[in-house]
């Protein structure tokens, strides 16, 4: 999978319904800062930790930035991996150099013993998760720059 051009979009789900012309589909409606957004939910699309969604829940969609969309309100998009967001989690999908900064210089890593790393089936990750595209789920970061972060949790792709 290609998770250069995953582009996440972070809200409350409002709704939750199955799409009429399929068995496998949801349409998820999120309440979003910047408006409202229809997210597809397929049987191919990732859903960390394999939870159940439900109304009232924060959550991440990530979806494929290269893809075409329809132009229309709201916004619509599918889903390629789908997190679920405490309150207070900040999450991004990056690839991360030897040093754990972003390829994009947005954010830089400081791994704890505490830091809960696995691999996205959930098993534990007892390598270096540098030189990996890495979900980073964080609650706060410095203001320098590249800001840093102690991470709550990784996921390495």
């Known amino acids: 999978m290609n998770y250069e ?5 972070i809200g409350t789900i409002e709704t939750i319904r199955l799409r009429s012309s399929s068995c496998d589909e949801y349409v998820l409606s999120l309440d979003t800062p910047e408006g409202p957004v229809t997210i597809i939910l397929t049987s191919d699309t990732f859903i960390v930790d394999s939870l159940q969604m439900y109304q009232g829940m924060r959550i991440a ?10 132009l229309i309100y709201p916004p619509q998009h599918q889903a390629t991996l789908i ?3 405490q309150e207070e989690d900040s999450v991004v999908l990056k690839y991360f150099d030897t040093t754990l900064t ?25 390598c270096n998760p540098a030189n990996n595209y890495l979900l980073v789920y964080y609650s706060a970061a410095t203001r320098s720059i590249p800001p840093q972060t102690t991470p709550n949790r990784i996921i390495v792709f």
């Open 5 to 9: 051009n995953l582009v996440p979009v």
């Open 61 to 70: 969609a990530f979806y494929d930035s290269t893809a075409p969309a329809l």
């Open 83 to 85: 997190t679920v967001l």
């Open 102 to 126: 972003a390829e994009d210089q947005s954010l830089r890593l400081n791994v704890e013993p505490s830091t809960d790393v696995t691999s996205k089936n959930g098993q534990m990750y007892a």
